[in-house]
């Protein structure tokens, strides 16, 4: 099965809007591996807006699936990364005052940066993520970086969903199929949902993983936190 880390960058947008502890971060995380996620994903920026570094350190002892660190390489993320050891890195081109991820990395552009940073992380056993789109060549060249994973950006395939799934996924499964035939693995992540999910799922059934946060948390308004994931996990059933 398709694993299913939850983002919890949102639950810490609330927390901070007031101030204080409520809702407490490290006690949703805990729940959210309880009710069936098998992996927590954390995106700390350098402002903090949402989860902070300190809430990472604390989260570390408390993860008992897989811990997800993504962020810009920022020499105070390497630090906080090469402390905390999570399970994987996933490295993100974002600037610092983005809003959210809105696109991949230019490999080319970037390769001996992120040859250094993948060697760097994978010395302390820290399995290593690049945020890429769906360019194919782009795809070969995160090869050359001995990255273990790529994590897809999937924002324009929810924007394509609606009108024509087929087309939208087109792109993904042959990036996808590329990266798998190149030996990595393949994650994905930014604006799944309950809608276009299951059909993802079933076009790349040897997906490894999606990180899902906004999409999640918004149904778990709705649906409650337990049963929204275990929505998701049914929308990760290999349908093939």
Request: aromatic share 8%; with cysteine.
């Amino acid at each position: 099965m398709i694993k299913l880390s939850v983002n919890i960058n949102k639950v810490a947008t609330i927390r901070n809007a007031r101030g204080g502890n409520m809702p407490d971060v490290l006690k949703v995380a805990q729940d959210c591996e309880a009710f069936g996620a098998q992996g927590i994903t954390v995106h700390p920026r350098p402002d903090e807006r949402h989860i902070r570094y300190s809430d990472v350190y604390a989260l570390k002892p408390l993860i008992r699936t897989e811990l997800n660190i993504e962020g810009y390489p920022t020499q105070s993320f390497i630090d906080l990364v090469l402390k905390v050891r999570p399970a994987q890195v996933t490295l993100v081109p974002d600037a610092p005052d983005a809003i959210t991820s809105n696109a991949g990395w230019n490999v080319g552009e970037n390769l001996n940066l992120l040859k250094e940073l993948v060697e760097t992380f994978k010395s302390k056993q820290i399995r290593t993520s690049i945020f890429v789109g769906t360019e194919t060549d782009n795809i070969k060249l995160a090869a050359k970086t001995g990255t273990d994973r790529i994590e897809l950006y999937t924002e324009p395939y929810a924007a394509t969903f609606v009108k024509d799934n087929e087309a939208a996924a087109a792109p993904f499964v042959e990036a996808a199929t590329t990266a798998k035939q190149l030996g990595l693995g393949v994650n994905a992540g930014h604006d799944l949902s309950l809608e276009n999910l299951g059909f993802f799922a079933s076009r790349i059934p040897w997906l490894k993983e999606v990180s899902i946060g906004h999409a999640l948390i918004c149904d778990a308004l709705y649906f409650g936190l337990e049963k929204t994931i275990g929505l998701y996990k049914q929308c990760l059933i290999n349908k093939h």
